[in-house]
């Protein structure tokens, strides 16, 4: 015998085409208004505490490895004291970007959850698989997080020494992207990694 009544699903999907007969459509339309101010806030507040130098170095395996390098550097400390975090270099600004990247990023965490980098060896090993995905991803998009601090048409003869001026100005003329001659600025570089010849 046929079951004639219709499944919950189905049931479910008719009340809800149905107009309501307790709220007026600018009552329905305001609380999805209200509701999407507060999912679209809190979503945002968390992807910003995402780019946080805390969260980044939550693990032991960024602590204890990339972040003791980057304390080395210019980019941490510098006499005009701007810090560069590590949301400043490895994650784009614009929403779109910044999205794909954060995607990409929630699949590395597959890293951390198998241990295949939990340790100093095993990071040491993966160090220039890890590099080149990233100077790839830098490259694709012309080092766009280094030219949001650093750009050609800024850098000042006078200011900048003769030699770096003139490389700086090459580049340009050439068209380089910053990573192409700047890998290792806030990282070591992996031991596998040979300096390409001018």
């Excluded at 809800?16 to 679209?40: D, E, H, Q, T």
């Excluded at 030219?147 to 068209?175: I, V, W």
Aim: proline share 3%; net charge positive; hydrophobic share 35%.
């Amino acid at each position: 015998m046929e079951n004639k009544e219709p499944g919950a699903l189905k049931r479910w999907w008719t009340a809800l085409r149905k107009p309501s007969a307790k709220y007026s459509v600018l009552a329905l339309v305001s609380v999805s208004f209200v509701v999407g101010i507060l999912f679209w806030g809190g979503f945002n507040t968390a992807m910003e505490a995402t780019n946080k130098l805390e969260f980044c170095i939550g693990c032991h395996e960024m602590r204890d490895t990339v972040y003791q390098e980057y304390k080395e550097t210019i980019h941490y400390s510098n006499r005009t004291g701007v810090r560069a975090v590590c949301s400043d270099c490895h994650v784009p600004k614009d929403w779109t970007h910044k999205m794909l990247r954060k995607a990409k990023a929630s699949l590395e965490v597959w890293g951390k959850l198998t241990g295949s980098i939990d340790t100093k060896e095993k990071f040491e090993a993966k160090r220039i698989v890890l590099a080149t995905h990233e100077w790839e991803r830098m490259k694709a998009r012309d080092s766009i997080e280094c030219r949001n601090c650093h750009n050609f048409d800024a850098m000042s003869a006078e200011l900048q020494k003769a030699t770096p001026y003139k490389k700086h100005m090459k580049a340009k003329a050439e068209g380089k992207s910053c990573i192409d001659c700047h890998k290792g600025i806030a990282h070591k570089l992996p031991k596998e990694y040979e300096e390409p010849m001018d």
